[in-house]
């Protein structure tokens, strides 16, 4: 670990392990490097420090009083006590109290299995409450948005409205009332549409903020996470894909301080439902007689090879395609002297304000940078504008919905690789269901030129084949190089070899927190 | 003077020596009588002699805390080359307490001089008077005795043809008890919600604005021309506890008592005689059974162990209690204390800020407990919980709001215990309205 020069380290002792932190780190951050998490409520690295919640409360010897560890900066020589009697005693007293008002509805609270309110009750709680008095009760109240709001849960860490304040820089959250009558609201008539304002969802420690879009849909624990990379937009911010049955049921965002810190944009977030499609393409298909019958995966690559045999092979791929799939379609494009196309869908822009370069982007697909990087001409309005008479156009997860075809016509021949068929089109040669972004592994290139790995989440329908899978084994059809391609680790270290943006990489190095190519702007995300 | 009663001969006077007097309001007739002669003086000296002459004197802070005034101004970085900010705190919010009130009521261009001196002293060119926004008497008056300052140039760009550039305004709160916590104050004075800030940083590194601020109260501002114009050591002489307490301090006493008011004595001063000569004693045909001496959120003490309190800083502490902010309120005989305790507890869980959790559910709590105890639906485990609420309320939130919700009522408990537990066996049946009603 490089350290930082322009900053004294300090030394301290936390539960009795030596740690030496940067002058200024709080005690709850330098414990994390002591390997000591500190329960918090209302602390949260992406926001100002509120020190409200009192769950942080540490000994510090010599000091008179418990000190709230989110808020009190290390000195040298401290000596930390996490879990000594008193801090213990303390924490506990915040528990119960949060506890007293709380309706204890885990059995039909969604975030029940992953809340803090339970974890840190089940790790140093009391068994039972002192309580007796009538709990105050507040109504539900719909946020707008995806979020509703479960007033009775509040623990009022305020997480939620420091995150609007000043991260999403529109103050529409507040504290209203005061003593236990607090509650969250809102500004008048403002509901929480703002482009990242679901981010609340995931920043409330308890369930008092929910999204609507998850309500009543699955148990935590009955949830399977899978790291993947959002596929809204070029920002490619990390996420987390949960599934239940095989079926996607959420999409939360994976922390990368290098490109969306904790957050994920709204619209990526509630853009899952399309890659549980049902209306799938699930075994290849050749023409035969006119129409597209199912066949066997080898008898399809042949007949593709034969169609393509002494023709350009004209290649429109969808920029939501890997790296991996648009370098071996380079490949093909390469065996037969042909040129790839790709276009994309834009939108308008909506940046985070409180977070450097994290926006979403006008390009709504992930891999635009990559498709440029390997040669891909970027053609949003006629994709078809580079097909000469006679080339065999290749189809690579783009249906041309919304294009003009006619120019369709001009090829020899249609391949199609993707998971739908294309409506409107002549007949293809051949046919190759391959699976979607979250049914295979492989990786993007961000707007900013890093490389980011996803890994797959549910099956594929079917007989359908991860994208590298399906053209590796095509490329080798029409006379690529014919090397091991076994795994899309091995497609990518290919690419590497000769790709001069991607020297240098491979899956062990960009791991799950990315890595930028050759070339890409130092210090950029 | 006892104010609104006549001038009892052991007071002193010095405060309050023009209470009741309405010319006194006005400009001219203020000047007549000495003032801002401290402020012209002040005008030519060094800030830092300014403040070697509070020090001297041994001025504490009058609004509860009671820390050094002069040290408390030394922290101030002269020539930081930031703006600085000196805020009077005329919150007056602590039940009990109504000094500063009749302070600004009568002698308003006390405080306006002594918030000039207080900024010079301390480099500030801006000084903002927060004053509770239900003080509206006092706020016409403080308004009325600025724009007579402002016109006739004490204050404003060259006050008081000094050359040196003095401002200040009054600001009306909202309503808040926490708003006399002073970051609160700030948050209030910025046009934020009124709450308490971490601490550090201290309002001298990062106050008002975010700039260095010194905050102090009406009280403790009047008294400054009276030092400048006297000497440190005349203050310091004045008080019978000389050297850690100093000088005259103004009491507000309310409850049941036969003489309520304001008195003023010097620090030292037998609790005792103040209550009984000067206050009259209790109301005829009964006896004073306890006190809360210093503001409402001090423990409460029996009339025995007021009786052998010295007034000062110092002696309310040996009693197990504090001088505070000098709201003395008073019950006799006839007032059941858990009654009493949980009005008060109730005061605190509804000016709880709502940020702290102790503070924000265990005040709410600890009154529901107090309020079914009174109902006779109390229990005896009700009084371990009170005591466990309390300890847990006590010195782990940002301010000190809640110790003070817990600080009455534990001590209430402790030496009134047979009032409770008589509430508890007796189990009222809980239709008997509540004496202290809501």
Not at chain 1, 187 to 193: G, K, Q, T
Not at chain 2, 135 to 146: N, R, S, W, Y
Request: glycine share 10%.
């Amino acid at each position: 670990m490089m350290k930082d020069e322009s900053r004294k380290m300090v030394n301290l002792t936390i539960e009795g392990r030596a740690v030496s932190v940067p002058e200024g780190t709080m005690i709850l951050e330098a414990a994390k490097v002591a390997g000591v998490l500190v329960p918090h409520y209302c602390y949260h690295p992406g926001l100002p420090v509120a020190g409200v919640c009192r769950m942080c409360l540490v000994e510090v010897e010599k000091a008179p009083k418990l000190a709230p560890s989110c808020a009190t900066a290390v000195g040298e020589g401290q000596v930390v006590h996490v879990y000594s009697e008193k801090a213990l005693e303390a924490r506990k007293g915040v528990l119960e109290m949060l506890l007293i008002n709380h309706p204890l509805d885990c059995p039909i609270c969604d975030q029940a299995g992953e809340c803090e309110l339970q974890d840190y009750t089940f790790q140093e709680g009391r068994a039972d409450s002192r309580y007796q008095e009538p709990k105050r009760f507040n109504p539900v109240e719909d946020f707008g948005g995806d979020v509703l709001y479960v007033t009775n849960r509040c623990i009022l860490c305020t997480r939620c409205v420091r995150f609007m304040e000043d991260v999403h820089e529109d103050a529409v959250l507040c504290v209203s009332e005061r003593g236990d009558r607090a509650v969250i609201s809102r500004a008048p008539d403002a509901d929480l549409v703002q482009p990242w304002a679901a981010n609340v969802i995931d920043l409330c420690p308890v369930g008092a903020l929910v999204s609507k879009d998850f309500l009543n849909k699955a148990r935590a624990w009955e949830l399977d996470r899978t790291a993947s990379v959002c596929t809204g937009c070029s920002q490619g911010c990390n996420s987390v894909l949960e599934t239940r049955d095989n079926v996607i049921v959420r999409t939360k965002p994976r922390s990368n301080e290098a490109v969306n810190h904790f957050y994920l944009c709204d619209e990526g977030r509630l853009d899952y439902r399309w890659m549980n499609r049902p209306d799938r393409m699930e075994v290849p298909k050749v023409q035969l007689g006119g129409a597209l019958s199912p066949v066997d995966w080898e008898i399809a690559y042949a007949a593709a090879a034969k169609a393509m045999k002494g023709k350009r092979a004209y290649v429109v791929a969808s920029p939501g395609l890997s790296n991996e799939a648009l370098f071996l379609l380079k490949r093909i494009m390469k065996a037969t002297n042909g040129e790839g196309a790709f276009r994309c869908e834009t939108g308008p822009e909506a940046p985070l304000p409180g977070v450097k370069d994290l926006s979403l982007r006008a390009d709504r697909a992930p891999n635009v940078n990559g498709a440029e990087l390997l040669g891909y001409k970027r053609r949003d309005t006629d994709p078809l504008a580079g097909l000469k008479e006679g080339d065999v156009l290749v189809l690579a997860d783009d249906t041309l919905s919304g294009v003009d075809i006619a120019a369709a016509k001009k090829a020899s021949a249609i391949i199609v690789i993707g998971t739908t068929l294309p409506v409107g089109l002549p007949t293809p040669v051949a046919v190759f269901p391959i699976a979607n972004v979250a049914e295979e592994e492989g990786t993007f290139t961000n707007l900013r030129g890093r490389v980011q790995r996803y890994l797959q989440a549910k099956a594929a329908p079917g007989l359908a084949r991860p994208s590298w899978y399906a053209l590796a084994d095509l490329a080798t059809a029409v006379g690529a190089p014919s090397d091991d391609c076994s795994l899309p680790s091995a497609v990518f270290s290919k690419m590497a070899a000769s790709e001069p943006a991607f020297a240098g990489l491979s899956y062990d190095l960009i791991g799950l927190r990315g890595a930028t190519v050759v070339g890409a702007a130092a210090g950029a995300a | 003077m006892g104010y609104p009663h006549k001038s009892h001969p052991k007071e002193t006077p010095v405060l309050s020596k023009h209470f009741g007097d309405a010319s006194s309001r006005s400009l001219e007739v203020w000047k007549s009588r000495g003032g801002y002669k401290a402020l012209q003086q002040a005008l030519h000296m060094e800030p830092t002699a300014i403040v070697d002459i509070v020090k001297a004197s041994g001025l504490r802070g009058r609004g509860g805390a009671g820390f050094p005034t002069g040290l408390k101004w030394s922290f101030m970085k002269q020539g930081d080359g930031k703006q600085h900010y000196l805020c009077c705190n005329a919150d007056e919010s602590e039940p009990g307490t109504f000094k500063d009130r009749e302070i600004m009521r009568w002698t308003p261009h006390a405080l306006i001089e002594g918030c000039a001196i207080g900024a010079y002293a301390i480099g500030a060119t801006k000084a903002y008077i927060y004053i509770r926004g239900e003080f509206t008497e006092p706020i016409k008056v403080m308004e009325a005795a600025l724009a007579e300052a402002r016109a006739a140039g004490i204050i404003g760009k060259n006050a008081m043809g000094s050359g040196k550039e003095i401002e200040v305004w009054v600001h009306k709160g909202a309503g808040a008890y926490i708003c006399g916590e002073e970051t609160a104050l700030m948050n209030s004075l910025e046009g934020k919600r009124g709450n308490p800030r971490i601490k550090p940083p201290f309002p001298a590194v990062s106050g008002l604005f975010g700039m260095p601020t010194t905050i102090n109260n009406v009280e403790t501002l009047a008294a400054v021309p009276h030092i400048l114009n006297n000497g440190g050591e005349w203050y310091k002489a004045m008080s019978l506890s000389n050297p850690k307490s100093t000088g005259s301090k103004l009491y507000s006493v309310c409850g049941n008592v036969a003489k309520p008011g304001n008195y003023e004595v010097v620090m030292g001063f037998s609790f005792k005689e103040f209550l009984y000569d000067l206050c009259g004693g209790p109301p005829a045909g009964r006896k004073f059974k306890a006190l809360i001496p210093g503001g409402s959120s001090v423990p409460t003490i029996t009339i025995e162990e007021a009786e052998a309190i010295k007034m000062d800083y110092e002696g309310f502490v040996e009693q197990g209690t504090m001088l505070g902010s000098g709201g003395v309120i008073i019950f006799d005989d006839a007032q059941s204390m858990p009654v009493q305790l949980a009005r008060i507890a109730r005061f605190y869980a509804h000016e709880s800020c709502a940020q702290c959790t102790q503070c924000r559910e265990g005040t709410a709590w600890m009154t529901k407990i107090l309020e079914r105890i009174v109902a006779g639906q109390g229990t005896f485990e009700d009084l371990d919980t009170i005591f466990d609420l309390s300890e847990q309320m006590t010195g782990k939130t940002i301010c000190v709001l809640s110790d003070s919700c817990g600080a009455p009522v534990v001590s209430g408990i402790t030496k009134f215990r047979s009032e409770f537990e008589a509430l508890i066996k007796g189990r009222r049946s809980s239709t008997v309205a509540m004496a202290g009603g809501r």
